[in-house]
Nanobody, 115 residues
Framework: QVQLVESGGGLVQAGESLRLSCAAS????????MGWYRQAPGKQRELVAS???????NYGDSVKGRFTISRDNAQNTVYLQMNSLKPENTAVYYC?????????WGQGTQVTVSS
């Protein structure tokens, strides 16, 4: 199994930045796919950013150029740097991992961007 614990959410104003962290209970270099999703009220969960199997990165169209996913293998932590935040980025952000053919999710962290 993999436990994922997110942190770093909060309330910010439009244009400000936040960095989310996702601490994994396993070595993240053993996890094929890790990333971030978000779910806004009344909307489906959507991809924000992820590492691909080949080691590349994948971003949702609406966050390209503003958000950056990164990882620290020594700390078993994945980060999401969010810059130039907009009110429409308000959502619960979830860390996601695929390990041993199973999907794992964190509990989510709330990000609220005021205008």
């Amino acid at each position: 199994q993999v436990q994922l614990v997110e942190s770093g959410g909060g309330l910010v104003q439009a244009g400000e930045s936040l960095r989310l962290s996702c601490a994994a209970s396993r070595r993240i270099d053993s996890i094929n796919n890790m990333g971030w999703y978000r779910q806004a009220p009344g909307k489906q969960r959507e991809l924000v950013a992820s590492f691909t199997r080949g080691g590349g990165t994948n971003y949702g169209d609406s966050v390209k150029g503003r958000f950056t996913i990164s990882r620290d293998n020594a700390q078993n932590t994945v980060y999401l740097q969010m810059n130039s935040l907009k009110p429409e980025n308000t959502a619960v952000y979830y860390c996601h991992a695929v390990w041993s053919w199973y999907d794992y999710w964190g509990q989510g962290t709330q990000v609220t961007v005021s205008s």
